[in-house]
C-alpha cells in the first residue's frame, strides 16, 4: 500500500489509474495542473515509475533498437508545461490547439476593479486616434491590450492579458523617462494622452495584485545569468516557431496566432529598454515557445507509437519506408536541436533531448 497525505493508503494498481486519470485532466484543464502535479509525485515516487535514463542505457544502433527504447519511454518524465504560460491541448489526432483557461474566479471587488480597468482602456483607445501620428505605438499596443479584455471577467483570458499589459507597462515608464530627459530618443506622448495611459496602467496594477495568476507573474524574476540563457533560447524559439507556424497539419490558427503574439512580444522585450517589464515578458513568451516544445514532442511520441511494435520486431524498417506522412514527427526531427535548446533548462530536459536522439534515427 501507499500512503498519500496524511489519510489515505491506495494500492499501487489504484495509484496506476490515479495517474492516468489526471494526465487526462490536465491535459484538458490547465487550472488544475499545479494540484495534479503535486498528486502525481506523490503518486510516482511511491510507484517508482521509470523511464530509461540516457546515462544509464546503451544507445540504439539502428531503427529496431531506437524503436524499443521509445516504446519505454514514459511521457510523464517529460518536461510539462509551465502553469503560468498559456498552454496546448496534445489530444487527438489533429493539429496541436490552446488549452482552455479557466474561468476567473471573481470576487465582488475584482469584479469592479476589471469594470474600471476596461473602461479606462477604452477611454484611451477612443482618444487615441485624434492625435494619430503621435499616437501610432500607442495605439497599436493598446488594441491588443483591449483585445483581451472581454465584457464578462469570467471570458478573461490572464496570461495572454498580462504580456498586453507589460508592454503598455514599459511604454508608459518609458514615456515618463523622455519627459525628464532633454534628448528623448522618442518624443513624449501628449500631456492628456499621457495622463490617460498612467491611470490606465495604475489600474491594470490593482487589477493584476488581486488576480492569482497576474499576481504570480509580476513577483516573476530574472537574473543575469537567466537573461543570457534566455536570449538563447530566444533565438531557438523564434526558429522554431516561423518555421512551423503556417502548417496546419501541426498548428490550429488559434495555437498560430498565439505563437506570433509570443513572437512580437519576445522581439519588443529585447529591444524594449524597461528592465523588468521587459524581461518578465521575455520570460513569459519563452514559456510560450516552450510549452509548444513540449506539446509537439508529445504529438510526435502518440503519432509514432502505432507503428514502433512494427519497426522492433523488423517488420518495417523505419519510419520513412512506410511513405506516410507523420506531420508532428518531421517536425521534431526539423526543429531538433531548438526544440532540445527550450527543453534544456527544465526538469525531463535530458530525457526529451534522447527522446529527440531516438526519433531522429527511427524515421530513418
Known amino acids: ?3 498519500i497525505g496524511r489519510h489515505y493508503q491506495v494500492s499501487k494498481a489504484e495509484a496506476a489509474k490515479a495517474i492516468d486519470a489526471v494526465d487526462q485532466y490536465r491535459l484538458n484543464d490547465t487550472s488544475l495542473s499545479q494540484t495534479l502535479d503535486s498528486l502525481i509525485e506523490q503518486l510516482e515516487l511511491g510507484l517508482r515509475l521509470r523511464s530509461p535514463r540516457p546515462s544509464k542505457v546503451r544507445q540504439p544502433k539502428n531503427a529496431q533498437d531506437a524503436a524499443a527504447e521509445l516504446r519505454r519511454v514514459d511521457p510523464r518524465r517529460l518536461p510539462r508545461q509551465a502553469d503560468l504560460a498559456p498552454n496546448f491541448r ?4 489533429g493539429p496541436i490547439d490552446v488549452a482552455r483557461e479557466a474561468p476567473t474566479d471573481a470576487t465582488e471587488e475584482l469584479s469592479d476593479v476589471y469594470v474600471d480597468l476596461r473602461e479606462k482602456a477604452l477611454e484611451l483607445q477612443d482618444h487615441c486616434p485624434a492625435q494619430a501620428n503621435a499616437t501610432a505605438n500607442l495605439l497599436q499596443r493598446l488594441s491588443k491590450f483591449v483585445d483581451f479584455l472581454p465584457p464578462d471577467l469570467m471570458d478573461l483570458k490572464p496570461r495572454r492579458l498580462w504580456a498586453q499589459g507589460s508592454s503598455l507597462r514599459a511604454l508608459r515608464d ?3 523617462r523622455a519627459r525628464s530627459s532633454s ?3 522618442v518624443p513624449p506622448l501628449p500631456g492628456l494622452t499621457a495622463d490617460l495611459l498612467n491611470d490606465l496602467v495604475n489600474q491594470f496594477n490593482v487589477f493584476a495584485a488581486d488576480h492569482p495568476i497576474l499576481a504570480q507573474l509580476d513577483a516573476r524574476s530574472v537574473g ?11 533565438e531557438a524559439g523564434a526558429a522554431l516557431v516561423t518555421g ?12 498560430a496566432e498565439l505563437l506570433d503574439e509570443a513572437n512580437d512580444q519576445s522581439t519588443a522585450a529585447v529591444r524594449g529598454s524597461e528592465r523588468i517589464h521587459d524581461e518578465q515578458r521575455l520570460a513569459q513568451t519563452i514559456e510560450t515557445q516552450r510549452n509548444f516544445a513540449i506539446a509537439l514532442l508529445l504529438k510526435s511520441l502518440r503519432e509514432l507509437k502505432p507503428r514502433l511494435k ?8 523505419h519510419i520513412g519506408a512506410e511513405g506516410l506522412s507523420f506531420a508532428f514527427t518531421n517536425a521534431v526531427r526539423l526543429f531538433e536541436t531548438q526544440i532540445a535548446t527550450l527543453l534544456s533548462r527544465v526538469n525531463g530536459g535530458e ?3 534522447y527522446v529527440i536522439r531516438l526519433i531522429r534515427q527511427v524515421i530513418g
Open 90 to 93: 496534445t489530444t487527438g489526432t
Open 224 to 234: 543575469p545569468r537567466d537573461r543570457a540563457d534566455l536570449l538563447h533560447e530566444r
Open 174 to 176: 518609458s514615456d515618463i
Open 244 to 255: 512551423i507556424r503556417d502548417n496546419r497539419a501541426i498548428t490550429t490558427p488559434q495555437a
Open 351 to 353: 530525457l526529451a533531448a
Open 1 to 3: 500500500m501507499l500512503d
Open 183 to 185: 534628448d528623448p530618443d
Open 310 to 317: 512494427s519497426i522492433e520486431e523488423g517488420a518495417l524498417s
